[in-house]
């Protein structure tokens, strides 16, 4: 299916996804004994010192509701029983230029009110209305029953976890912006361009501006790869570019799509570890089931680049030596992946249950934002990762895992820094929905 007909299928599925949602309010609401809840989808914020604002961000929470991002000043309002308000802020400014308003089909759905300024919306808070989201300005002229419960808070963010089809055809669209994205940064690459010019060509594929994407692009040449979240973007090439590791999203209506890939210039040890990282990343994207507790698709990452530190004679020993002394933490020292869908790092990820409560990652892992177990709907990352950290290096080489460590073989990889594959998995019924992958295959 090509990318009109997917956006033009998305209004179909918008009510169904709102009823959800009414549903999950409506129980919030009951046990807090609220009669309404009005979701704000934030403010714009000025610099210190400045009379510049910051770029907005809307609520996530609002997001979930209204496929607005652009909209500082605005509410959703929802009464169970009744249509949900959008008060639609919408300024008179001559400035800077106002949201437009909303036409497409899924606002049907919504009873939408233009307000021109923030002293109109106490007129419109229903009474007994529980509020979600940042405290704002006029929060006292309103008469809110409960702001920021965790009686509405806590279920709402649980239940977010699971998507539902209008969200994840939304996060489809992410990823098929964000795989055409990663074809144009790799073609770059290969022609010598510096990290600030693929992060340009990136741009340009993708259609997004830069505060539009999901997160700060990482786009790491040589020994920048080692650096997890490495932002720097150098504006001169190196003399030689030995490797990229680019991580990078796409995002559409709000929901994003977060994807890595690593590459070499040329064959070699450091190509051959690619493949490998690449094989083992695949294993665990088809672990992604219902039931399955994420914490053991994170001891199975260890064990598979385990395997690959062996045969890359990177480490020697045993799989299970490696792991039980920490070995594999050495190179592999972040989770294996987190939720995806309004936030890059969606929320509830240690959430115990509906009532709240947190579900502590497993000893040793304590960088595991997912410690639930997966259900249907629920869409994960998977990004294994093997990387040659001086920082990490050198405080193996003090200890016992030094005496495993085959440290001409890890001098000659430091100049490439490291490699991460990621990739976006629904969990499905049969078998898991790679839409990473299928975003790829369909270039």
Same mark, same amino acid.
Request: net charge negative; charged share 20%.
């Given at each position: ?12 599925? +918008?009510? =169904? ?60 309002? +929802? ?26 089909a899924w606002t049907r759905a919504l009873d939408i009110k233009i307000i021109r300024s923030p002293d109109e919306v106490p007129a419109h808070i229903p009474?007994?209305? /529980? ?44 990823? /098929?912006?964000? =795989? ?12 010598? !361009? ?12 993708s259609g997004l501006q830069e505060a539009e994407l999901p997160y700060t692009n990482i786009i790491a040449l040589n020994e920048g790869g080692s650096i ?12 030689? %570019? ?6 990078? $999203? ?12 690593? +590459? ?26 219902? $039931? ?19 045969? =890359? ?15 594999t933490g050495v190179f592999f020292p972040h989770g294996i992946g987190h939720l995806l869908g309004l936030q890059v790092h969606d929320i509830g990820g240690?959430?115990?249950? %509906? ?56 001098? !000659? ?31």
């Amino acid at each position: 299916m090509d990318m009109s007909a997917q956006i033009s299928g998305l209004d179909r599925l +918008y009510p =169904a996804h709102l009823a959800a949602l009414t549903e999950h309010a409506d129980r919030a609401l009951i046990a807090s004994r609220c009669d309404a809840l009005v979701i704000g989808a934030g403010e714009l914020k000025y610099r210190y010192l400045d009379d510049t604002t910051e770029h907005f961000i809307a609520n996530p929470q609002f997001r979930a509701w209204v496929p607005v991002t652009d909209a500082p000043g605005s509410y959703l309002i +929802y009464v169970p029983g009744q249509k949900p308000t959008l008060l639609f802020h919408q300024p008179e400014d001559y400035w800077h230029k106002p949201p437009s308003l909303p036409t497409a089909a899924w606002t049907r759905a919504l009873d939408i009110k233009i307000i021109r300024s923030p002293d109109e919306v106490p007129a419109h808070i229903p009474a007994r209305a /529980a509020y979600l989201g940042e405290e704002f300005a006029h929060a006292p002229r309103c008469s809110f029953a409960m702001i920021n419960p965790p009686s509405i808070v806590d279920p709402l963010h649980y239940a977010r976890a699971v998507k539902t089809p209008y969200e994840i055809a939304c996060m489809r669209l992410a990823s /098929a912006i964000g =795989a055409r994205a990663h074809v144009a940064a790799e073609m770059a690459y290969r022609a010598g !361009a510096s990290e600030y010019a693929i992060h340009l060509a990136y741009l340009a594929a993708s259609g997004l501006q830069e505060a539009e994407l999901p997160y700060t692009n990482i786009i790491a040449l040589n020994e920048g790869g080692s650096i997890l979240h490495y932002t720097t973007l150098e504006r001169v090439a190196p003399l030689v %570019s030995r490797s990229l590791l680019i991580d990078a $999203g796409g995002q559409y209506r709000g929901y994003g799509s977060d994807i890595t890939r690593s +590459y070499a210039s040329e064959p070699g040890p450091y190509l051959e570890l690619i493949t490998q990282l690449e094989q083992a990343q695949q294993k665990l994207c088809r672990m992604v089931m219902p $039931g399955v507790a994420y914490p053991d698709i994170h001891s199975a990452a260890h064990r598979l680049i385990a395997q690959i530190l062996l045969e =890359a004679r990177i480490i020697h020993g045993s799989v299970e030596a490696a792991v039980a002394t920490g070995l594999t933490g050495v190179f592999f020292p972040h989770g294996i992946g987190h939720l995806l869908g309004l936030q890059v790092h969606d929320i509830g990820g240690r959430q115990a249950s %509906s009532q709240g409560g947190t579900l502590q990652p497993p000893a040793g892992q304590p960088y595991l934002r997912l410690t639930r177990r997966l259900e249907v709907g629920v869409v994960v990352t998977i990004e294994p990762g093997i990387y040659f950290i001086d920082l990490l290096l050198k405080k193996a080489r003090a200890d016992d895992r030094g005496k495993s460590i085959c440290w001409d073989v890890v001098d !000659a990889l430091r100049p490439f820094g490291g490699a991460r594959i990621e990739d976006n998995v629904v969990t499905c019924l049969t078998e898991p929905e790679n839409l990473t992958r299928d975003a790829f295959a369909a270039l």
